[in-house]
């Protein structure tokens, strides 16, 4: 019998060998490499690729296949030299596929349904109620029941005609809205949990929800309200501190502090200004009261939001308003209608995936699906001796541990498995939050049996998806190709010695032809053109961007830790724009030391220095006290200001087209001829000229003249470099050919490329 056995499996095995073998031998190839033949579907889907791109057509079909052989040379190259065997490219690639297997481990038709639901309900905002009876996640059942009997006693009592305010101050333990009657204001969408938000959206106006939990308790929900979301604004403030614990005097003593600084904003002085002397909030009064984010009418008090959101024009702002944190004015920055679902669906998604309740949602969808797809056959008797021995001593039972729990695609996932990975889990949730989550094993269990249906996927998703094995193809070919590119071309184009070398060989193709040096400005319209002239008369050049005063108490000068906060923002303007240079220029009122305004501008600039800005980018002035902000208030006299420039054109011509794009066009170079259609047309003498040219007017400023020379070195390093790579690249790809002979199937290759 057992002769029997072996010998149908051997034949076995022999059929399949051989249906593989007569499928390669009938399967044509497109291109031979040396011993390595490709398919014609391989180069079918490469092609189509390109097509797809634009990045082929009739003109450089013959480039692509000459391409695609050099580029598989390559491969070739980097595999024979090991490249796919290190360490650091196995690492490499392994982060790729984390990152391209996410799509594939995502219910997506779930997170859609979930994207499309919130952006509904973002429509529209809700105003609630609720009454929270709290009990742990991992209560007993005793105490569970209890909490659940007195949550359904309080909905009892409310249906039959008390009212939820009064039961809600009685009984709620949410301590923060308890003497509220339990109000929460307007909500919406994605700010509160899932199941929270579904009893507010889900139950009527004016109607109070069946009891749900969440991680906090029990709840009850009643809708108050519903508006139409009115899309979201950006704010600036003037705080004047008087919180509940303040005196009578303090809340007088704010009330007319707040009066004065509208008086002031009423005579025309600037928001900025007002809120750098009078505002209370230190984090935004160095940058005017400007908050950071945007804000919907939800994620503000109702009084507020009425506010703010009648608000008409930038810039408007508000008479003075109370909350319990003192009085506000508010200045309009930017107002923006609710948007339409293209512009919010990358932003929903992303809360959403964010959302461990929604994405919990999905990723059950996903489990429940590749359950069924990978036949997960679970072991009842064995989950329950694991779940019964889950707080015990389980060391040296290995007959017990090494049981089955459950199998995916008869792959068995065993008891010490289970057990290990809740101890892994513990730990690093130890570690990184410094606590272990009260799961039940129940619970551990579920995730375990998740994260390996999820891990079973992963593992075999190039053999069950074959777009992700070829988008991992296609990362494995770009890190082998940028690999083998660093060692056989890169590296050795970056000798200098090779780099100096190889231009005394070819200092002949280094030449310059007839040039000029000239700044030319071109414009729509004259005055624009004019104007322009005088902005970029002398580098650096002045721009618009603002950035606000630094001021000081009087006779100061120091660096105090608000100012440093406004001065951080600075610098990374500065680091941020490399063409820019900034202008620091110190002041003072008539009434401070004659030095002050000198030792100001001295201070800051030596602040910049010392967080690594470069003195050269830096202009000191002292303006004294010649240049007065305010003549009512001294404060405002008592500062720094600070006025950016570039050495970038392009910065200037960006200021003149912001009003009108194409308006300016501005560059200071050599040209050549035929390079510039207003050179061209221009007189090559040193001097300056005006001309019309197709309805545009043009301004020249020939600096200098120079005849046809040959480059320094220094002059033609970077095309020495290219030219070097270029010439490294060629010979290497003959010295390929002639390791890996290649041979083209024209037949097939007409087949696909037509």
Request: proline share 3%; hydrophobic share 35%.
């Amino acid at each position: 019998m057992l002769k029997v056995i072996v010998k149908l499996v051997l034949f076995t095995v022999f059929l399949i060998a051989s249906v593989f073998q007569i499928k390669a031998q009938t399967e044509p190839f497109a291109v031979k490499i040396g011993n390595r033949a490709i398919s014609s579907e391989e180069l079918s889907q490469s092609y189509r690729k390109l097509v797809q791109s634009d990045s082929v057509n009739k003109n450089n079909q013959k480039d692509f296949l000459t391409n695609f052989v050099n580029f598989k040379l390559k491969i070739f190259a980097a595999e024979r030299a090991g490249k796919d065997t290190t360490l650091a490219f196995r690492e490499e690639l392994n982060t790729y596929k984390k990152e391209l297997a996410l799509p594939f481990l995502t219910d997506k038709a779930t997170i859609d349904k979930l994207v499309a639901e919130a952006y509904e309900r973002m429509r529209e905002e809700v105003n609630v109620s609720q009454i929270l009876i709290k009990v742990p996640k991992n209560a007993s059942p005793a105490d569970t029941m209890a909490a659940y009997d007195q949550i359904k006693t309080l909905r009892m009592r409310i249906i039959r005609g008390e009212t939820f305010e009064q039961i809600a101050k009685e009984n709620s333990q949410d301590t923060q809205t308890a003497g509220k009657g339990g109000n929460l204001g307007y909500i919406s969408s994605l700010k509160y949990t899932y199941a929270f938000e579904n009893a507010c959206y889900l139950t009527p106006k004016g109607e109070v929800s069946m009891p749900f939990r969440t991680d906090a308790g029990y709840h009850l929900v009643k809708v108050n309200d519903r508006r139409t979301n009115r899309g979201k604004v950006r704010l600036a403030y003037i705080l004047i501190s008087a919180g509940p614990k303040a005196t009578e005097a303090e809340k007088e003593a704010a009330k007319k502090k707040i009066d004065e600084a509208y008086k002031y904003l009423k005579e025309g002085e600037s928001f900025e200004g007002v809120c750098r002397v009078y505002s209370d909030d230190v984090n935004s009064k160095s940058r005017g009261g400007e908050l950071k984010r945007w804000y919907f009418a939800s994620d503000l008090e109702d009084a507020l939001a009425d506010v703010v959101f009648n608000l008409r024009n930038n810039g408007d702002y508000s008479a003075p308003v109370q909350t319990v944190l003192g009085w506000h004015i508010f200045r309009l920055i930017d107002k923006k209608a609710f948007m339409k679902f293209e512009e919010m669906a990358s932003f929903i998604r992303q809360k959403v995936l964010a959302d461990p309740n929604r994405s919990g949602i999905a990723k059950s969808t996903l489990v429940k699906r590749l359950k069924k797809e990978n036949n997960f056959i679970e072991f009842e008797s064995v989950r329950q001796e694991a779940l019964d021995n889950f707080t015990k001593d389980r060391s040296g039972n290995e007959e017990f541990l090494a049981k089955t729990l459950f199998t995916i695609n008869q792959k068995p996932s065993t008891v010490k498995e289970f057990y290990n990975y809740v101890l892994a889990e513990q730990k690093k949730y130890q570690r990184i939050s410094g606590s272990v989550p009260l799961y039940s094993s129940k619970d551990w269990y579920n995730l375990f049996a998740e994260n390996q249906n999820i891990n079973y996927e992963e593992q075999n998703l190039e053999v069950k998806r074959p777009d992700f094995k070829d988008q991992i193809q296609e990362y494995r070919e770009g890190i082998l190709y940028l690999n083998v590119m660093e060692d056989n071309v890169i590296a050795k184009s970056l000798d200098s010695l090779n780099q100096y070398k190889y231009f005394k060989e070819h200092s002949g193709e280094y030449q310059y032809t007839n040039r000029i040096l000239a700044k030319v400005i071109t414009s729509d319209r004259k005055p624009t053109l004019e104007q322009a002239k005088l902005v970029l008369a002398k580098s650096p050049y002045p721009l618009n961007r603002r950035f606000p005063d630094v001021h000081f108490p009087k006779d100061d000068a120091g660096i105090s830790e608000e100012t440093k906060k406004a001065l951080y923002e600075l610098v990374v303007v500065m680091t941020k724009n490399i063409d820019y240079s900034v202008e620091i220029s110190g002041h003072s009122d008539a009434d401070e030391k004659s030095n002050i305004s000198a030792d100001r501008a001295r201070n800051i600039v030596n602040y910049l220095i010392n967080k690594g800005i470069q003195a050269t980018r830096i202009i000191e002035k002292d303006e004294g006290n010649y240049k007065n902000a305010s003549k009512t208030d001294k404060t405002k006299n008592q500062r720094v200001s600070v006025k950016f420039m570039s050495d970038s054109m392009e910065d200037v011509v960006k200021r003149f087209n912001a009003i009108k794009p194409g308006s300016l066009t501005a560059e200071e170079k050599f040209f050549k001829k035929g390079e510039n259609e207003y050179t061209d047309e221009a007189t090559w003498a040193i001097g300056q000229q005006s001309f019309d040219h197709k309805g545009r007017s043009v301004w020249i400023d020939v600096r200098k003249v120079e005849e046809a020379r040959a480059k320094t070195f220094t002059e033609a390093r970077g095309t020495v470099i290219n030219d070097m790579q270029k010439n490294l690249e060629a010979n290497w790809i003959n010295q390929l050919r002639q390791q890996y002979p290649v041979q083209i199937n024209e037949e097939e290759v007409r087949k696909i490329i037509n």
